[in-house]
């Protein structure tokens, strides 16, 4: 019998579909499912929905549950994190205090301020995790699911030995939606991505064989299509590559399309697809969910029918190439560069096409991005690990010089409003900001402290 602990359980939707795909495999079909959350109400229902799933699959799993994080990873073969550190009411303040000084963020969850201060308040919560399973589950395969998952799995594995890759969606899923608009779905769909998450592209796409890359320019012409999105598709036009991330989350990580109100409607206002062009739209959605969650998710659990069918998530797929009946598993993985793309910093996180067997998760191929592309993402990578750095050393300055460099941020503000702006997000983010040796700015002492 396997162990897979959840940490962050009270992500219901996550919980229910990872433990759904785990489900799938033979070799995990008595697993112990071992749910943990702080919220009770949230572990209740988590309980329930998991429950719901083993019995439509007349599995032999146990689904147990716990508020104790240490009893939970106890003798865990597989961790899965889902977490979101301060909640709904805290995240708020990343997206309206930068827009204040005229940063209008869109979903604020990997890069820029407000990336980067949803990784500092999550950082030391999530090595906090990593301890834990170094004293109880010190042979576990560690999954992170948490934003902004390039930062926080860097970090993660300059602190710890444990054996940690961090997961997403995004690669699979864009995938999937070109392989529609070429009406490539029934085909041998092909590709090569690489990059960094959530700024990854294809250098090579492929259906049946055959470069698919003419096709997609034609595509993209298709009213439906090119209203679908907007942003994804200049950047290709204008880059030659497709990347891996919705429009929404790519306004913001990029200097072309927010930094005035023009261009926020002809660019971010009117896609078909998850593209809000505000702050306040995406800040409406969270909260109003706080409200919703809880009827809709029991009416899941009156009315649904439960599809047992393994979705397109890797984390079960990885599980079981490392530990259930070792089928290798070719994904895209985050992981510390160590030359596997050749013109990005090593060290830094980089998302690159890996394999997962019974020896272990290992990049197989060596990946020279076209320069231009190198250009963006290397300048992305870099600020990353500076966030990276600042909360290792606990250094306020180095939070701003990651501030200072981002892209959407530095089109639309002088550096002095620049080191204003991030002062007020440090105090306002004080109390999770304990490990900190200071959270004032002090540039001018910069030298001393060298020295």
Known sequence: MNKFTFIGAGSLDFTK???????????????????????????????????????????????????????????????LITILQGGVEVWRHDIEIPKKYGVDICVGDTRGPSGIFRFLRTAPVLLDIIRDCEEVCPNAVVLNYTNPMAMLVSYLQSMSDMNITGLCHSVQGTAAMLAEWLGAKDKKFQYTCAGINHQAFYLELKADGKDAYPDLYKAIEREEVA????????????????NTESSGHNSEYVAWFRKRPELIEKYCSHGTGWNPGAYAYILDEYLGREDTWEKEYQDWLDNAEVDLNRGEEYASNIFNALFGDHTPYFFNGNLKNHNYITNIKQGVCVEVPVVATEQGIAPIRQITLPEHLAVL??????????????????????????????????????????????QEMLDKNAEYLGYFKSLKIEMEAIHEKDR
């Open 377 to 422: 993402v290397n300048n992305s990578a870099l600020i990353e690990d500076l966030a990276v750095q600042a909360a290792i050393k606990g250094d306020a300055n180095l939070v701003f010089q990651a501030v200072l460099f981002d892209p959407l941020t530095s089109a639309v503000c002088s550096m002095d409003e620049i080191q204003k702006m991030v």
């Open 17 to 79: 579909d990872l433990v759904r795909d785990i489900l799938t495999f033979e070799a995990f079909r008595d697993a112990e499912l071992m749910l943990m959350d702080i919220d009770p109400k949230r572990l209740g229902y988590a309980v329930k929905g998991v429950q719901k799933i083993v019995d439509a699959g007349h599995y032999p799993a146990v689904v147990k549950s716990t508020m104790d994080r240490r009893e939970a990873l106890k003798n865990a073969d597989g961790v």
């Open 227 to 242: 209203a679908e999105e907007p942003i994804r598709i200049e950047m290709f036009r204008k880059l030659g590559y497709f």
